[in-house]
């Protein structure tokens, strides 16, 4: 693989939890922390710290709310997230096609 | 990242993509739940109509609309709460039912009074404004089975114009059964089926 596909992809979207929740919140208007956490399968201070991450690189949105007395935590994808992530897919797909020519 | 990491990362993608669409899937209660509502109010106008107890029609089909207002709040409400994804689909669903539930508010209880229209052509409006939702629903949602009973109700639209009197109670409820509580019925279980798996 050459130097210019590796800096194609992009290190904030190429973890596999950051890389999850990404894809399900391209899949949806919201959607909050337990269900990223058991979808994604990772531990409560794990997906806290990658949500952390992509929220200040602006790729997410959260938003802390109350029902009742109980706390829940939403996210969801902004525009750049967005297009960050629709970028990786295809640069993902450059890499495939790639290999598949050279084979 | 070679070929094979590639791959695998598509198939993380696939799979949280393929798991987020099976938990936002429709359940078909909403459909289900106010079809028998629907059926129960439709049957019951028929029998007070053949009963000659015209004083009775207007309170039932308060309690009708009313009833179908609570469930669809009441449904939209345990969603809110229970469902930990927000969908744009399901939110652009529920915009478009919220407006046609105000079409046929203004359908069955304005309009008539004002004498735009007769009552004779408020079941034939009410069809016409529930083929309109199930298609777009069933366009939105992709789900082929809602969009294509949208033909039950243009028929029944048109069949209403034909028939008077008792038919129409027939056709009316043969709309609600075929064209709302048998599509509800089929997305539940389809949906029971995938929540099993």
């Known amino acids: ?103 | 990242m070679e070929h094979t990491n590639a791959q695998q990362e598509l198939s993380i993608i696939k799979q949280m993509v393929e798991k987020t669409r099976k938990d936002t899937a429709e359940s078909g209660r909403f459909f289900l739940y106010i079809g028998i509502v629907s059926l129960i109010g439709t049957i019951t106008v028929g029998i007070l109509e053949a009963a000659s107890m015209q004083n009775w029609l207007l309170p039932a089909l308060v309690i009708v609309a009313l009833s179908s207002a609570a469930i669809a709040a009441a449904i939209m409400h345990r969603e809110k709460i229970m469902n930990p994804v927000k969908t744009y689909a399901k939110a652009i669903c529920w915009h478009l039912w919220l407006a046609c539930g105000c079409a046929a508010l203004l359908i069955l209880f304005v309009f008539p009074f004002l004498r735009v229209y007769s009552f004779s052509a408020v079941p034939v409006l009410i069809c016409v404004i529930m083929g309109i939702a199930l298609y777009s629903t069933g366009i939105v949602l992709e789900l082929p089975v809602i969009q294509w009973s949208c033909l039950v109700w243009i028929t029944g639209a048109i069949l209403l114009t034909l028939v008077t009197g008792l038919p129409r109670i027939i056709v009316m409820s043969a709309n609600i059964l075929l064209g709302w509580i048998v599509p509800g019925c089929l997305l539940n279980r389809t949906y029971r089926q995938r929540s099993s798996q």
């Not at chain 1, 590796?6 to 596999?16: M, Q, S, V, W």
């Not at chain 1, 337990?34 to 201070?45: C, E, H, I, Q, R």
Request: glycine share 4%; with cysteine.
């Open chain 1, 1 to 103: 693989m050459s130097r210019e596909e590796i800096k194609n992809i992009d290190p904030l979207i190429h973890a596999p939890v950051r890389l999850a929740v990404l894809s399900i919140l391209a899949a949806v208007q919201q959607a909050d922390f337990s269900y990223l956490k058991k979808t994604a399968d990772a531990t409560d201070g794990n997906l806290s710290r990658h949500l952390s991450k992509l929220e200040d690189a602006g790729y997410i949105s959260i938003k802390k709310t109350f029902e009742g007395k109980k706390p829940r935590t939403f996210c969801s994808i902004t525009k750049k997230g967005r297009e960050m992530f629709m970028a990786y897919l295809d640069n993902l797909q450059k890499i495939i096609d790639k290999q598949k020519g050279d084979v």
